[in-house]
């Protein structure tokens, strides 16, 4: 036989005391046939983000459904990391998710856990592609609450809320935030359908969070030109004249 | 409330494009002509006779109304009762009247049969069956009523349920003592979701039963959830739907208090006003918005099941209120075990 592996380093994710609990007790039952080692337990995505950064961490049990940042993007974030640890969802009962993950060959865990289910799970747990991944958002359609990018090996949130625009360059879209600028691989089509809600397009490769628009005028000297100021930026974007209309009547009915 | 069967529905004509009751009319035409040809015919070929005489009248005739009937139906349906018997019962009269008219050259040489007479007919065949449909359509609908209560007995969502057993599970080595009191209340909860959701049941139970359920939700949601009960002035002994009020916090948990980290606080008040029973449910509202369409069903669920035990005497209002939301129902104070409205006859 093979020399005894070092023990799987785990992360436990779940809103619910209880629930970490049973997981808890159930890893502890299993530690003979799968050594483990409990190295944290948090209840929310961000936390989870956080102590992945901070120590090594083979597996992550996720929870799906989450207040907040739910499950499937805390693990759109973590596989912004270069070496990013297995994840294993678990959730009590979510019809869609279910048939994504058997649809992906992803291996998921039902509350409650069995512990036969779960030694299976961690003995060929593995990371997911980011093709997965999406697939699984896509049959789960959520809008994220943070966009993400890995700067020098560590996972930069930006939080939907402060963003102020997101403008198509070239491959990258640039996301502007009152404190700073940054470059993430993302469409701008997919951004504007995922958060329909919050951004409006005011030109063929810009959006703008439509709760910060401040005013928006016409440019002098040009009969069609508009621009548009948003609070807590000095630039002006400018509205190109098929947006301007329709941005007219949006802008009226909020 | 005179058109009004047991339900509380208005008695509609019936669809004259169903099979059934085109057979059921056709059924009754031939028998009242056969009828009437053997109380005329002095032997059987004398019958034989006068019956295909009569028939190749009599036969297009029928075909013709049913299709008009047929036609006209939907037209007919969107009338008030009284108006629609009117208009179904001249289509009646006036297609044979214009189908003897329009053959009357063609079978010249046999019997004509009068105008008069053929419209006679019609009008007393015509009558009689919509009185039949409109004394079957009242003897069946409290079955439909019953049946359509019981399909709409709430049912529990899995995610709660799943979510509850990992609870309990969880709580069976280190507190075995709040595990009992876990699953004891879970059987109270689903001895109730399994029962006869067509019974009125008392108040003081209904609120006994959502505690149970918070109970349960507050295991595992912990100070996330806060509950706050105003029932000191709760009619203890009003009869009630039942599971109308652990829906209604149950749909508060899961949209106002799960969605959000910080959790938030349910407020319960229930009490008597001007003779009904007035029971308010308020939750904060979750600022992500991911899961209305859910809300809307168990919602349209419980005000179908007031309106069938009520009537219009019971109302369920949605009433956003800021940061907050809220549900009040009203529901008209009685005591009695039995149920006020008709709704439900006990007749097997």
């Not at chain 1, 963003?163 to 504007?192: D, G, M, P, W």
């Not at chain 2, 001249?90 to 046999?110: E, F, N």
């Amino acid at each position: 036989m093979n020399a005894p592996n070092p023990p799987l380093r785990i992360l436990i994710v779940d809103d619910e005391a209880p629930a970490r609990s049973r997981l808890r007790d159930v890893l502890a039952d299993c530690a003979g046939q799968l050594p483990v080692v409990i190295v944290g337990e948090v209840d929310n995505g961000l936390d989870a983000l956080n102590l992945v950064q901070q120590q090594p961490v083979d597996a992550v049990l996720l929870d799906i459904r989450m207040p907040g940042m739910d499950g499937l993007e805390c693990a759109a974030h973590l596989n912004r990391l270069s070496n990013p640890p297995a994840i294993i969802f678990s959730t009590a009962y979510d019809a869609y998710a279910c048939q994504a993950f058997d649809l992906n060959a992803v291996d998921y865990l039902l509350k409650p856990v069995r512990a036969d289910r779960l030694v299976r799970a961690l003995s060929r747990a593995h990371s997911l592609s980011a093709t997965t991944l999406e697939h699984l958002r896509e049959a789960h359609p959520k809008p994220r609450t943070h966009l993400s990018v890995n700067e020098k090996g560590r996972i930069v949130l930006i939080p939907v809320a402060d963003i102020l625009y997101l403008k198509a360059e070239l491959k990258y879209v640039t996301v502007c935030t009152a404190a700073r600028e940054f470059l993430i691989e993302e469409s701008l089509t997919r951004l504007e359908s995922e958060f329909a809600e919050t951004f409006l397009r005011i030109h063929r490769n810009c959006l703008v969070a439509s709760a910060r628009i401040r005013e928006i005028g016409k440019l002098p000297g040009d009969d069609d030109g508009h621009f548009l100021r948003m609070d807590g930026l000095e630039e002006r974007l400018m509205v190109s004249r098929r947006q301007y209309s329709t941005l007219r009547e949006k802008i009226k009915s909020i | 409330m005179k058109r009004k069967n047991h339900n509380n529905r208005q008695v509609e004509l019936p669809n004259f494009c169903h099979l059934g009751v085109n057979l059921r009319i056709a059924l009754t035409v031939e028998a009242a002509l056969v009828a009437g040809v053997v109380a005329r015919a002095p032997n059987v070929p004398a019958f034989w006779a006068e019956f295909i005489e009569l028939s190749a009248l009599a036969q297009p005739a029928l075909l013709l109304s049913l299709l008009a009937l047929c036609a006209a139906g939907r037209w007919l349906r969107s009338l008030p009762y009284r108006l629609g018997v009117g208009f179904t019962l001249a289509l009646a009269v006036a297609v044979p009247v214009l189908v003897t008219q329009w053959l009357k050259p063609l079978l010249a040489g046999t019997t004509v049969f009068p105008l008069i007479w053929v419209a006679l007919f019609a009008l007393l065949i015509g009558g009689g069956l919509l009185a039949y449909f409109n004394l079957r359509a009242r003897a069946l609908s409290p079955a439909i009523t019953e049946a359509r209560l019981q399909a709409l007995q709430a049912r529990i969502r899995p995610h709660f349920l799943f979510n509850s057993l990992n609870a309990v599970l969880s709580l069976v080595r280190s507190d075995p003592r709040r595990a009992e009191h876990a699953l004891e209340n879970m059987a109270d909860l689903f001895r109730a979701l399994m029962g006869d959701a067509r019974q009125l049941a008392p108040l003081e139970d209904e609120v006994a039963l959502t505690r149970a359920y918070l109970e349960l939700e507050q295991l595992r949601l912990g100070d996330r959830l806060q509950v706050t009960w105003h029932i000191n002035k709760m009619p203890a002994d009003a009869m009630i739907p039942p599971l109308v009020i652990q829906p209604l916090v149950e749909n508060a948990v899961y949209h106002g208090i799960e969605p959000q980290p910080e959790g938030g606080e349910i407020n319960l008040n229930i009490y008597l006003s001007a003779d009904k029973v007035h029971i308010v449910v308020r939750n904060p509202i979750a600022t992500d918005g991911s899961h209305h369409k859910g809300n809307r069903i168990a919602l349209a669920n419980i005000r179908e099941r007031l309106l069938l035990h009520f009537d219009l005497d019971a109302q369920l209002k949605l009433e956003p209120l800021g940061a907050v939301y809220q549900v009040h129902i009203v529901i008209p104070y009685t005591r009695e075990r039995t149920q006020p409205a008709p709704a439900h006859p006990h007749r097997r």
